[in-house]
């Protein structure tokens, strides 16, 4: 059945004796009910149009999307069935082009077709015509009637095409990944050259140059760890050593600069901050000699409202400055009782580390002695085996180089010896010193049992002294114990002239014994007024209390 479409296709939305929607193609001009907006709003959106009413209003559709089954990936094609069995391709081109562009269409006899789009988006568009009645013009035969059936097909070019696509998105993203890890991977270091005498001269040349030397250290210590050190060439790295070894003073002095360029900055730092807080107390000063009754009545209320947040601010800033130098000064105090602390402990922990770095220097000399010892026979097994080829061979100055070989030999023996003497007597010295470290572990032990032998002889006193305490109430040192503390608190605030607070004194108080108690530390000095006495210091937000030692003032008064 052969048809001439070259006109414009109209589509008839209308509703079927059985409810269902129904699509007409007719080759003349036809009108178009609005029985049902409904129908009308569906169809239009179905076919990726706006839907409009008579009035050109929008109408919104409510109806749900047909029912499909699992969507292949990468799926372009559909199943088209219930075509009228007159139904030609060219029909089915005009039905579906307006949801997108049809690369291919495979029509059966059986009134189904498999139509394939160029992009994916247009299949969802085609399943929206899923349930539709088409006719054919304005026949009511059956062979020009069927009822529409999209849903999703599987072919095997939308799913070769998926995997292609899949593949070349997997090779960018490796290739991104490498290029990611190519630019954020450091650069190798050069590579180290091979041995050789005219390199060696060269890497020694570099580590006298203070700019090359870093370089050239890298390159020594490539050679050594290769295993480029040999007899022949153990004098070069000798040499190479020692130089390496004449840039520790260099470092060393190049540290202590740093050090005291840092000393010296945070010295202009420290006075700078002092010169600038002396200048906001200036400005707090006028802030508040304007604020009086004598100049404030003279003021409009906009200038006296500035005036006070002036001075606010100004009051802020200063005490956020002052605090900083506070805590300057702080860090300070504590860096120079740490230091007091640490050269008690270095004491006693140098006269440990001396016996402990004797036995060290002991086992490596020994191990030196061990190896030079097996050095030494490894060399005589050398000469006796020259001694053997040297039998051998018809030589006619056959004595003279056996009389050299027994003097060799000989001078290797007395050599020899003398190494074993010499191990014996390290040996010896090794287990003297570690009999002394046994015997001073031993004493060591002894007067920590004194030690705790004594603070239990003073609970005990203390304990028979409390009845003779309470009939010294009217004494302000009521025992020992309190005594002691005025004397450690007395010679704390005396290295410290500005003062401190008293959770300063205790903190350092509960190093020598964490039972004392912050609240009788600081009972005991305020009932202690010509020895001890407490001030402010601070201004605003940074006021502190700090205790101050008056000994020597209150003994002029007493």
């Known amino acids: 059945m052969s048809r001439n479409f ?48 008579i009035a050109g209003q ?22 088209v069935g219930g075509l009228p069995e007159n139904g030609t391709e060219q029909i089915i081109v005009e039905v579906f082009e307006q949801c997108g562009e049809i690369i291919a269409i495979r029509k059966s006899k059986k009134n189904f077709c498999h139509i394939r789009f160029a992009e994916e988006y247009m299949v969802d568009k085609a399943l929206y015509l899923s349930g539709y009645r088409i006719r054919l013009g304005s026949s009511t035969d059956k062979k020009d009637t069927g009822r529409l059936h999209v849903d999703f097909a599987q072919a095997r070019d939308d799913l070769y095409e998926w995997e292609c696509k899949q593949r070349m998105l997997a090779r960018e993203e490796r290739h991104r990944r490498r290029m990611e890890e190519e630019r954020l991977r450091p650069p190798s270091p050069p590579p180290v050259v091979h041995y050789s005498d005219h390199e060696c001269s060269i890497v020694a040349e570099k580590l006298k140059d203070d700019s090359k030397f870093s370089e050239a250290v890298q390159t020594l210590l490539t050679w050594i760890e290769r295993g480029e050190v040999n007899r022949r060439s153990a004098n070069n790295f000798y040499s190479m050593i020692q130089s390496a070894n004449s840039h520790v003073r260099r470092l060393v002095n190049e540290k202590a600069a740093h050090e005291k360029d840092m000393e010296e900055a945070k010295e202009k730092f420290k006075q700078a901050l002092s010169g600038i807080l002396i200048q906001f107390e200036q400005i707090v000063a006028v802030y508040h000699s304007a604020s009086k009754q004598k100049a404030w009545d003279h003021f409009t209320k906009a200038q ?21 130098l506070m805590g300057i000064r702080r860090e300070e105090e504590m860096e120079m ?43 005589v097994e050398l000469l006796k085996q020259e001694q053997g080829k040297a039998h051998r061979e018809d030589d006619p100055n056959k004595e ?8 060799a030999l000989q001078g290797m023996q007395q050599h020899l010896l003398k190494v074993q003497e010499e191990y014996k007597r390290k040996e010896a010295e090794l287990e003297k010193i570690k009999d002394d470290k046994l015997q001073v572990e031993k004493m060591l032990e002894n007067l920590k049992e004194k030690e705790s032998c004594a603070s239990r002889l003073c609970a005990s006193s203390q304990d028979s002294d409390y009845p003779l305490e309470k009939t010294l109430n009217s004494c302000p040192i009521k025992s020992e114990r309190e005594a002691l503390l005025v004397g450690i608190i007395s010679t704390f605030l005396h290295v410290h002239p500005f003062g401190a607070s008293i959770e300063y004194i205790c903190s350092y108080l509960h190093r020598l014994d964490n039972k004392i108690c912050t609240s009788d530390v600081e009972c005991l000095m305020s009932r202690l007024q010509h020895t001890f006495k407490q ?14 030692f008056c000994g020597f003032e209150g003994l002029k008064l007493t």
């Open 400 to 407: 003279q180089q056996l009389k050299l070989l027994q003097q």
């Open 304 to 324: 006296r409202k500035n005036i006070s947040v002036w001075c606010k601010q100004a009051e802020e800033i200063r005490n956020i400055h002052n605090d900083e």
């Open 58 to 79: 929008p109408i919104l559709p409510d109806l749900p999307p047909p029912a499909t089954r699992e969507r292949p990936p990468g799926c372009k094609t559909v199943f």
């Open 6 to 53: 070259k006109w414009l296709w109209v589509y008839e939305i209308g509703i079927a004796a059985d409810n269902s929607r129904t699509l007409n193609v007719d080759s003349t001009a036809m009108t178009l009910p609005m029985s049902d907006p409904t129908a009308w709003a569906t169809a239009m959106n179905n076919l990726g149009m706006a839907p409009l009413g």
């Open 535 to 548: 001030e402010m210091t601070g201004v605003g937000a940074s006021l502190e209390k700090r205790w101050k």
């Open 337 to 379: 009782s740490d230091d007091e602390i640490e050269e008690t402990t270095e004491t006693k922990e140098t006269e440990e580390s001396a016996l402990v770095s004797q036995a060290e220097a002991l086992k490596e000399e020994n191990d030196s002695l061990r190896w030079q010892l097996d050095a030494y026979r490894n060399e």
